[in-house]
C-alpha cells in the first residue's frame, strides 16, 4: 500500500508503483495514456494549452482546482481525482455545455489551446454560478490564445453561465460522493517511498514523517507546488533525486487568522491564501492576483517561493516590509526569525540540514499605516518580476515619518531592505522635498544587474520612481489607471 501512488483519473483508479520522481502529469497522459487532448505548449506553465483539473479532499470536502499538467509531477498526485478533457462529454456524447458554448461563440479556430480553455472555464463552472467579467478574465489569466482572440471565449464563458442543466449531466457532480469514497479509501496509512534506480521520491505520511525524512536526507528537493522546480526538469533538463512531495500534507495546509495578523502553513496555494490575505492586506492581494495565472496561484505556495530564495520572488519583498516571522522545523523543534534575516546571499538561506519552512506569520498593518507593493513586469499578467518594491509607512500628527520599511525584489542577488534610504526618510517630514532628497540613497544600498529582463540603469530608476509613485499616492493621486468599465 505504501510503494505506489494511487490516485483517480477520469473514471479509473490508477496505481503507479514505477514512476520517476519528475515525471511530469503530461507526459503520463500523453504518453502512458494516450490523453492528447491535453496539449504541450510552453512546458513551463504559462500557456495553459495542459490544463486540466486536480481534486484532493480537504476538511472532508472535495474541491478541484485547474492546474498546468507539464510541470505537475506524478508524485504531487497520491489521493487526488485527476480530470482531463476527454471526461467532459454526457453519457451520450454530448458535449459539455462549456465546450457548447465555446462552439455557439466561435471561441475556437487551430484549436490547439482549446481543450486547456475549456478545462480553465469548467473550473470555473464548478465553482461560480454567475461569475462576472472580471472572474471569468482571472479565471483565464493563465490560457494563451494566438488566433482567435478573447472577446469569443468570454462571450461563452458568459453564456454558459445563463442556462446550466441539471447536476446528474456534469460528471463531477453526477459521481462526486463516490468520488470521495474512493479517495478516503486511497490514503496513505504511511510514507510512500518509490525507487527505481537511483531515482527516489518520497511520500512522507506526516509532518514528523517529513522531518525524518528531511534528517535521513538533508539534501532532499523539497516540492510543494513545483511551479519552480517544474522548469528545472522541463528547460534545464535537471534531474533530481531523491524529491520529497509535501502538498497533500494536511499539517501544512492551515491558515490561521488572528487580531494581529495570519499564519500561513508552507503548504498553501497562493489561492487559498488569497481570501485571508486580501481582506485584511488589499494591496498584497492585488499582488497576488498578478501572480501567473490562476493554474499557477492553485499550484505554487508562498511558503515553496520563500524556501525556494529566489531574488525576484513575488511574495518575499512585501512580506519583508510587513515584518513577517518565519517558522523553520526538523526533528530538532522550532525555529522563528524574521524573515528578512532568512536571505543570506544568492542561492543560499539560513536552513540548516534536515530543516524546512513550515509556516510564516504576516502581521497585519496598523490602521495608521499605509502599506503598498509594485510589480514592474513587461506584459500586466503572468510575467517575471524584473522590480518589485513594497513600503510600509508610519506617520506621525505632523506629518513626520516615524517608521518606514522598504524592501525589493530584483534589485540584489536577494530580497533586500533600502536601509540606507528608510534613515534618510525616518525623522523627516513626508513631502515631496524630502522624497527628492532621499532618491540617491538608493545608489548605496542596490547595484541590480542587466539581464534580459531589464538593465541595471532602468531597474535602479524604477525603484527611485516607486519611491515617488508611493508618496504621490499616499497624498492623494490616484493609485493606478482605472479601465473605462470600471469607472463608468
Not at 479517495?183 to 517511498?193: D, E, H, N, V, Y
Request: aromatic letters at 6%.
Amino acid at each position: 500500500m505504501n510503494d505506489s501512488i494511487r490516485f483517480i483519473l477520469n473514471g479509473e483508479n490508477i496505481a503507479l508503483t514505477e514512476v520517476g520522481p519528475t515525471e511530469t502529469l503530461l507526459d503520463f497522459l500523453r504518453l502512458r495514456r494516450r490523453l492528447t487532448g491535453t496539449k504541450e505548449g510552453c512546458a513551463e506553465g504559462d500557456c495553459g494549452a495542459c490544463t486540466v483539473l486536480v481534486g484532493r479532499l480537504a476538511d472532508g470536502k472535495l474541491a478541484y482546482e485547474s492546474v498546468n499538467a507539464c510541470i505537475r509531477f506524478m508524485g504531487s498526485l497520491h489521493a487526488t481525482h485527476v480530470v482531463t478533457v476527454e471526461h467532459l462529454a454526457g453519457r451520450d456524447g454530448a458535449l459539455h455545455p462549456v465546450q457548447q458554448a465555446l462552439v455557439d461563440c466561435h471561441g475556437s479556430q487551430c484549436g490547439f489551446c482549446t481543450p486547456g480553455f475549456v478545462m480553465s472555464l469548467y473550473g470555473l463552472w464548478l465553482t461560480k454560478e454567475k461569475p462576472g467579467r472580471r472572474e471569468i478574465e482571472k479565471a483565464l489569466q493563465g490560457n494563451l490564445c494566438r488566433c482567435t482572440g478573447y472577446e469569443p471565449i468570454v462571450k461563452a464563458a458568459e453564456q454558459v453561465s445563463l442556462t446550466r442543466p441539471s447536476a446528474l449531466f456534469d460528471p463531477l457532480e453526477r459521481t462526486r460522493s463516490e468520488i470521495i469514497a474512493r479517495l478516503w479509501a486511497m490514503q496513505a496509512s504511511g510514507t510512500i517511498r518509490i525507487a527505481n534506480g537511483e531515482d527516489r521520491l518520497i511520500v512522507p505520511a506526516s509532518l514528523q514523517a517529513m522531518a525524518e525524512v528531511l534528517a535521513e536526507e538533508p539534501d532532499a528537493t523539497v516540492i510543494a507546488g513545483s511551479t519552480d522546480v517544474g522548469l528545472w526538469v522541463t528547460k534545464q533538463m535537471r534531474r533530481l533525486s531523491p524529491v520529497v512531495f509535501i502538498n497533500h500534507l494536511s499539517e501544512l495546509q492551515s491558515v490561521a487568522e488572528a487580531e494581529d495578523g495570519v499564519t500561513i502553513g508552507a503548504g498553501v496555494s497562493y489561492s487559498r491564501a488569497f481570501e485571508a490575505i486580501a481582506r485584511k492586506i488589499p494591496a498584497l492581494g492585488q499582488l497576488i492576483d498578478r501572480i501567473g495565472g490562476e493554474q499557477v496561484r492553485n499550484m505554487g505556495t508562498i511558503g515553496g517561493n520563500i524556501a525556494n530564495g529566489s531574488p525576484i520572488g513575488d511574495s518575499p519583498p512585501p512580506l519583508i516590509a510587513l515584518g513577517a516571522t518565519l517558522t523553520l522545523r526538523s526533528l530538532e523543534g522550532q525555529r522563528k526569525m524574521p524573515l528578512e534575516d532568512f536571505f543570506i546571499a544568492y542561492g543560499k538561506q539560513d536552513r540548516r540540514p534536515g530543516e524546512f519552512v513550515e509556516s510564516v506569520f504576516v502581521p497585519y498593518p496598523k490602521t495608521t499605516s499605509r502599506f503598498a507593493a509594485y510589480k514592474i513586469t513587461k506584459r500586466r499578467d503572468e510575467d517575471i518580476t524584473a522590480v518589485l518594491g513594497a513600503f510600509l509607512l508610519t506617520l506621525d500628527e505632523a506629518e513626520v515619518v516615524t517608521d518606514i520599511c522598504i524592501a525589493f525584489g530584483g534589485m540584489a542577488a536577494t530580497p533586500k531592505r533600502a536601509r540606507t534610504v528608510e534613515a534618510e526618510l525616518i525623522g523627516k517630514p513626508w513631502t515631496e522635498a524630502t522624497i527628492e532628497a532621499a532618491r540617491p540613497a538608493f545608489d548605496a544600498d542596490y547595484q541590480p544587474l542587466t539581464d534580459w529582463r531589464a538593465t541595471a540603469e532602468y531597474r535602479q530608476l524604477t525603484a527611485k520612481n516607486l519611491l515617488t509613485r508611493f508618496y504621490l499616492e499616499t497624498v492623494g493621486a490616484p493609485a493606478e489607471l482605472k479601465r473605462f468599465e470600471e469607472v463608468a
